[in-house]
T-cell receptor, first 111, second 113 residues
Framework: GNSVTQMEGPVTLSEEAFLTINCTYTATGYPSLFWYVQYPGEGLQLLLKATKADDKGSNKGFEATYRKETTSFHLEKGSVQVSDSAVYFCALRSTGNQFYFGTGTSLTVIP | NAGVTQTPKFQVLKTGQSMTLQCAQDMNHEYMSWYRQDPGMGLRLIHYSVGAGITDQGEVPNGYNVSRSTTEDFPLRLLSAAPSQTSVYFC????????????FGQGTRLTVV
């Protein structure tokens, strides 16, 4: 079956620290992979995506690489800001077109 | 461009009441879905639709009905509200292609007392 497992939070970092949020997946076929961000009181917004193995998605200083050999799609950012405080969701879209989401990782960045 | 619009944003219901959560999208997307978000459980799929006249059940469909009479609208009906349905509900839409992302509404926070 299809599933996404992501690092449990909450994660608290100081401003300018390096961020990694781990995400691994199980899927049949060749899924597309996504990171979404949710700010308080809002819906999920697409942060970045990768649609095939070895693709790197990037946006707003965040990056993630689609690693088929390790079935992973870890989110990284070199220097976090207070404004990055949010909940981050890893997701996959299977060849059956359904989405599968991880449980979310809450990030708090302190000045 | 409105994207995905959900109404209402907040709702309080008494146990046993029924109501409809509205969802509309203006992107001509084939695929629409409803999720509920509960603490520590991520997003769970309630129902989805791949086009007008076609709906199917997701992971947690009990207690909910949907219909898709037009491409734009995908309402979610709670038949007889229960406290276990207290949650935040999100509607999402996307093109019906595996490499495309979902667009989400702002959510409806529902409390059943």
């Amino acid at each position: 079956g299809n599933s996404v497992t992501q690092m449990e939070g909450p994660v608290t970092l100081s401003e300018e620290a390096f961020l990694t949020i781990n995400c691994t997946y199980t899927a049949t076929g060749y899924p597309s992979l996504f990171w979404y961000v949710q700010y308080p009181g809002e819906g999920l917004q697409l942060l970045l995506k990768a649609t095939k193995a070895d693709d790197k998605g990037s946006n707003k200083g965040f990056e993630a690489t689609y690693r088929k050999e390790t079935t992973s799609f870890h989110l990284e950012k070199g220097s976090v800001q207070v404004s990055d405080s949010a909940v981050y969701f890893c997701a996959l879209r299977s060849t059956g077109n359904q989405f599968y989401f991880g449980t979310g990782t809450s990030l708090t960045v302190i000045p | 461009n409105a994207g995905v619009t959900q109404t209402p944003k907040f709702q309080v219901l008494k146990t046993g009441q029924s109501m409809t959560l509205q969802c509309a999208q203006d992107m001509n997307h084939e695929y629409m879905s409803w999720y509920r978000q509960d603490p520590g459980m991520g997003l769970r799929l309630i129902h989805y639709s791949v086009g007008a006249g076609i709906t199917d059940q997701g992971e947690v469909p009990n207690g909910y009905n949907v219909s898709r009479s037009t491409t734009e609208d995908f309402p979610l009906r709670l038949l007889s509200a229960a406290p276990s349905q207290t949650s935040v509900y999100f509607c999402a839409s996307s093109r019906d292609r595996a490499n495309t992302e979902a667009f989400f509404g702002q959510g409806t926070r529902l409390t059943v007392v």
